[in-house]
T-cell receptor
Framework: AQKITQTQPGMFVQEKEAVTLDCTYD???????LFWYKQPSSGEMIFLIY??????QNATEGRYSLNFQKARKSANLVISASQLGDSAMYFC??????????FGSGTRLLVRP | DARVTQTPRHKVTEMGQEVTMRCQPI?????VFWYRQTMMQGLELLAY????????DSGMPKDRFSAEMPDATLATLKIQPSEPRDSAVYFC?????????????????FGPGTRLLVL
């Protein structure tokens, strides 16, 4: 069975600095996807970034990048130039051939002014 | 800007009452998911559909929960009878396989959720 581990329940970062949110995964599948979602205090789940297991390049979307290390089974999210609006819960998730997403427990990020 | 819509956004009901939550997936998305989020359990997948056919509902308490997709534009999640432990935020999401059509690349887009409180 697949599993996502997010070991940082909470993190602080100073505005305009970069921050890395950790995510490790466990899967026996050869093909899989890795996703990050943001959940602000308003409650909605916002898709941020995707990485495929066979993608050779690390995914980037604006200020978000995914540091994918396949051998270590890690898929860390890097947010550059943090903004106050980045304060939220962040969830890492993985997919398999059954379309399902398995989510981690999340990391709460607080950006300090 | 295509979005998943859910109604109602908030629901307060008494134990024993029936609750129906509705979801309109993004047009063209073939996969629809129902999740429940609580502080204790986090995000749990309850059920999901592919081309309106139920693929997996093993996450749902079968005796009181039911999920249906009467047409491509409507998915419903029903709780009957509701219990206080059902209090949670219920999310609907629809899946976009993207141009590759690969199931591994299917990105799920979430609705705003239904916040349910059962007294």
């Amino acid at each position: 069975a697949q599993k996502i581990t997010q070991t940082q329940p909470g993190m602080f970062v100073q505005e305009k600095e970069a921050v890395t949110l950790d995510c490790t995964y466990d899967t026996s599948d050869q093909s899989y996807g890795l996703f990050w979602y943001k959940q602000p205090s308003s409650g909605e789940m916002i898709f941020l970034i995707y990485q495929g297991s066979y993608d050779e390049q690390n995914a980037t979307e604006g200020r978000y990048s995914l540091n994918f290390q396949k051998a270590r089974k890690s898929a860390n999210l890097v947010i550059s130039a943090s903004q106050l609006g980045d304060s939220a819960m962040y969830f890492c998730a993985t997919s398999d051939s059954s379309y399902k997403l398995i989510f981690g427990s999340g990391t709460r990020l607080l950006v300090r002014p | 800007d295509a979005r998943v819509t859910q109604t109602p956004r908030h629901k307060v009901t008494e134990m024993g009452q029936e609750v129906t939550m509705r979801c309109q997936p993004i047009l063209g998305h073939n996969t629809v998911f129902w999740y429940r989020q609580t502080m204790m359990q986090g995000l749990e997948l309850l059920a999901y559909f592919r081309n309106r056919a139920p693929l997996d509902d093993s996450g749902m308490p079968k005796d009181r929960f039911s999920a249906e997709m009467p047409d491509a534009t409507l998915a419903t999640l029903k709780i009957q009878p509701s219990e206080p432990r059902d209090s949670a935020v219920y999310f609907c999401a629809s899946g976009d396989p993207g141009t590759s059509g690969s199931r591994y690349r299917e990105t799920q887009y979430f609705g705003p959720g239904t916040r349910l409180l059962v007294l």
